[in-house]
């Protein structure tokens, strides 16, 4: 082999330079790569850690809406029912009416009772005790038995009349003196019938109470028509049913209020160190995409949600188990929402601890 020229330059040892010219240059961009994701990664992490600051949220939070229970105050049977299921109401609408036959008997009784009582006012104030004729007319006898006795006493000491007709004078007088008494106690007994008292003063008693007869009746007539005490949305209303008996006191419809929606979020006990009254809070309905309210912390519970279930927690046990507990914590709406706030819609609710984030 011929020796080679040391200038020149053979192909194959120009294809191998350029082949391993560029290694460096590929391993640092590995490594660059290689690096660039943990990084990535760190850095998100610690700006979602800082964007977490200052705040507070849950997903274990719901709708709730104040609900009027409505009962009827009075015993009956439905004879009209005048609302529907779902149906809206103002309130003072008729919900539903009992039977009003026998509170109308009842109103007619009780005026029958108020004529009775006035009868007997006019009777008692005409008598002859509180006219005093019978008071006059005993005084009368008393004089007249005591003349009859004087005679026969005039007589007796002569020994014109006899020991038998003496004593009958002296019982006259004695007896006229008890009927004397008699008209004074009744006519006592009469006024004291008329008089008023401190209580109601210028009424006749028996009347007054004829006349709170009346207004009873009048009232039961009234509560014969169930109206609604609130403006709402009707709820639960198949109970009512044309015939059914009404009991008194047992709720029979329910009337969700109009614009009492709040937010129940129950927060873990681990949040709440930073939270107060009046913070903002920010709520999103999970049925409704995209729709965001603001609000603002109301109130926060006195006892956590096991401390006032049915059956509350015994803690005082050899396997015991500690578990973050859950304090309800009220959200009140700043805005009414443009969609319906159903009871017992699922949200999720961030509350906003320092200034920076509100």
């Excluded at 961009?29 to 990664?41: E, F, K, T, V, W």
């Excluded at 109401?89 to 008997?105: S, W």
């Excluded at 609604?228 to 949305?233: L, N, W």
């Amino acid at each position: 082999m011929a020796d080679r020229d040391p200038g020149t330059i053979t192909a194959a040892e120009a294809a191998q330079d350029s082949t391993t010219e560029p290694k460096p240059a590929r391993n640092w961009l590995r490594l660059a790569l290689m690096l660039s994701l943990p990084i990535a990664l760190i850095i998100g992490g610690v700006i979602y850690w800082r964007s977490l600051q200052g705040q507070v949220s849950t997903d274990n939070a719901y709708v709730h809406v104040d609900k009027v229970s409505v009962s009827a105050q009075i015993g009956g049977k439905i004879v009209e029912v005048a609302v529907k299921e779902n149906q809206h109401v103002n309130a003072g609408d008729l919900l539903f009416r009992i039977d009003p036959e026998q509170y109308q008997i009842q109103l007619t009784q009780a005026d029958a009772a108020i004529a009775t009582a006035q009868a007997s006012e006019v009777a008692l104030a005409n008598s002859s005790a509180l006219s005093g004729a019978d008071i006059s007319a005993a005084q009368e006898q008393i004089g007249f038995a005591r003349s009859t006795l004087f005679r026969q006493e005039a007589l007796w000491k002569r020994g014109f009349t006899t020991k038998a007709s003496y004593e009958a004078a002296q019982h006259a007088v004695a007896l006229a003196q008890e009927q004397l008494k008699l008209a004074q106690s009744k006519s006592r007994e009469a006024a004291a019938k008329l008089s008023s008292g401190s209580q109601m003063p210028g009424i006749y008693p028996q009347v007054a109470a004829a006349r709170a007869q009346r207004s009873a009746a009048e009232l039961n007539l009234r509560r014969s028509e169930v109206r609604a005490p609130v403006s709402g949305i009707v709820s639960q209303a198949d109970r009512l049913q044309i015939g059914q008996e009404m009991i008194t006191g047992l709720p029979v419809v329910t009337l969700v209020a109009d614009g009492s929606s709040y937010i129940e979020a129950n927060f873990k006990e681990t949040d709440l160190g930073d939270m107060r009254v009046g913070q903002p809070a920010e709520i999103v309905i999970d049925a409704y995409s995209g729709l965001k309210l603001k609000g603002h912390v109301s109130s926060i519970g006195a006892g956590t949600g096991s401390e006032f279930s049915v059956l509350p927690a015994q803690n005082a046990t050899g396997n015991w188990v500690k578990v973050t507990q859950r304090v309800p914590v009220r959200i009140k709406l700043d805005e009414p929402s443009p969609r319906p706030l159903i009871a017992g819609l699922s949200t999720r609710v961030k509350v906003f601890t320092t200034d920076s984030k509100r």
